[in-house]
């Protein structure tokens, strides 16, 4: 099995690239089509949450494990949640901009301090 770094930085990435596609899908307009939400939304929610749930996983281990200055668990609670707000608004018209951006930097800020935490404190690049 990987080491928990590794695993960490793996699902973090992994979830910078949902991050992405949402903003892609917020911004490109797909929102404002209709949504048909057990074809489109559901789907895409449970695949999402998935990885972030075993990042969360990780993530609180790896916090508990290596203390990170700048890093608590209270913002890797805060993360689901915010990830979970943005795959549901990415899909919606009626999403206000400045808060869904605001949720995509603050998802970005986390997951991109995580790795380089992790890349500093191992001193090697996944």
Not at 5 to 22: P, T
Not at 29 to 40: A, I, N, S
Not at 55 to 69: C, D, F, H, Y
Request: contains cysteine; neutral net charge; hydrophobic residues 35%.
């Amino acid at each position: 099995m990987k080491k928990l770094e590794e695993r960490i930085v793996y699902y973090s990435k992994q979830l910078l690239l949902y991050n992405d596609e949402c903003l892609n899908r917020f911004m490109n307009g797909m929102k404002k089509e209709d949504v048909l939400f057990f074809e489109q939304v559901k789907p895409e929610f449970e695949a999402i949450t998935e990885v972030a749930r075993k990042w969360k996983e990780e993530a609180v281990n790896w916090v508990k494990e290596k203390k990170p200055k700048y890093i608590h668990e209270l913002q890797i609670d805060s993360t689901i949640q915010n990830i979970e707000q943005i795959i549901l608004q990415s899909f919606y018209k009626d999403t206000n901009k400045q808060r869904f951006t605001n949720l995509h930097h603050s998802v970005q800020y986390v997951l991109d301090s995580i790795i380089s935490e992790t890349e500093k404190s191992n001193k090697v690049n996944f």
